[in-house]
């Protein structure tokens, strides 16, 4: 193995005093423009995730909503079906049967409106979880670089 004297070269080692220099100057223009892509990304992100949660909240509303009234003609039949007695007793077993199928349609109803709520707030909790990851990286990314920039005005 052949020893080479490192003093000899001529740039020697000068580069290496301050490595963080480049020689090259940063500008604030280049600092303010360095993550104002994934920003302004992030910003569309969490607008469209704010229109999904409203969306299924407005959905959720509409789907209980038409529960409501279907409920409502239920419950109207029904009492409409309560003024007619027939004396023939198979019309008349026919009728109550024709109610308590209705009533178990109304069960239906209200279970689905229930499950609605349900899924409805874990829809949510989900877009709202997801929300929250975004604006939390958003509000990292600013801040470094507003760091960015008070480094670079202090220079």
């Not at 360095?34 to 992030?42: A, D, F, R, T």
């Not at 949510?124 to 480094?151: D, F, T």
């Amino acid at each position: 193995m052949e020893k080479e004297d490192i003093s000899l070269l001529k740039e020697g080692y000068s580069y290496l005093k301050n490595p963080e220099k480049t020689g090259k100057p940063l500008n604030k223009e280049a600092i303010d423009n360095l993550g104002v892509e994934k920003i302004n990304s992030l910003k569309s992100l969490i607008s469209e995730i704010q229109n999904l949660i409203e969306n299924r909240e407005t959905l959720s509303e509409d789907i209980f909503e038409d529960g409501e009234q279907l409920k409502t003609e239920l419950n109207n039949f029904i009492t409409e079906c309560e003024g007619i007695l027939p004396k023939d007793p198979d019309k008349l077993k026919e009728i109550i049967k024709t109610k308590n199928d209705l009533r178990q349609k109304k069960m239906e109803i209200a279970e689905l409106q229930l499950n609605e709520k349900i899924g409805c707030w874990k829809d949510i909790a989900l877009l709202k979880k997801e929300m929250r990851e975004n604006q939390r990286e958003l509000s990292e990314r600013e801040a470094r670089i507003k760091m960015l920039s008070e480094i670079l005005e202090g220079e």
